[in-house]
Nanobody, 124 residues
Framework: QVQLVESGGGLVQAGGSLSLSCAAS????????MGWFRQAPGKEREFVAA????????YYADSVKGRFTVSRDNAKNTVYLQMNSVNPEDTAVYYC?????????????????WGQGTQVTVSS
């Protein structure tokens, strides 16, 4: 069992930056890839970024490539999402997800564990 807690969300102006964190409990943290997903009101949950178990491979949605950076610190059981040059379309609840079936893809259905989410609101 893995418990995930996101933090760092808030209100930011367009063009600004925000850093999200996802802290995980359990000794299996570095056994799994970690993903960031987001869900805007009235929309389905969508893939944002993912990072492999060791951190050596990173994956991004086209919509955030070049603006967002995913990283992890296995010693701290934490994964991060640095968000730069944000725009109003980035407004959503951001979730981290993981699990033994998750390999860093865009398929949220393969994540067995989710955090409660953190709200990011970008004002224009």
């Amino acid at each position: 069992q893995v418990q995930l807690v996101e933090s760092g969300g808030g209100l930011v102006q367009a063009g600004g930056s925000l850093s999200l964190s996802c802290a995980a409990s359990g000794r299996t943290f570095n056994s799994y890839a970690m993903g960031w997903f987001r869900q805007a009101p009235g929309k389905e949950r969508e893939f944002v970024a993912a990072i492999s178990r060791s951190g050596g491979r990173r994956y991004y949605a086209d919509s955030v490539k070049g603006r967002f950076t995913v990283s992890r610190d296995n010693a701290k059981n934490t994964v991060y999402l640095q968000m730069n040059s944000v725009n109003p379309e980035d407004t959503a609840v951001y979730y981290c997800g993981t699990g033994p079936r998750y390999y860093g893809t865009s398929d949220a259905a393969t994540c067995d564990y989710w955090g409660q989410g953190t709200q990011v609101t970008v004002s224009s």
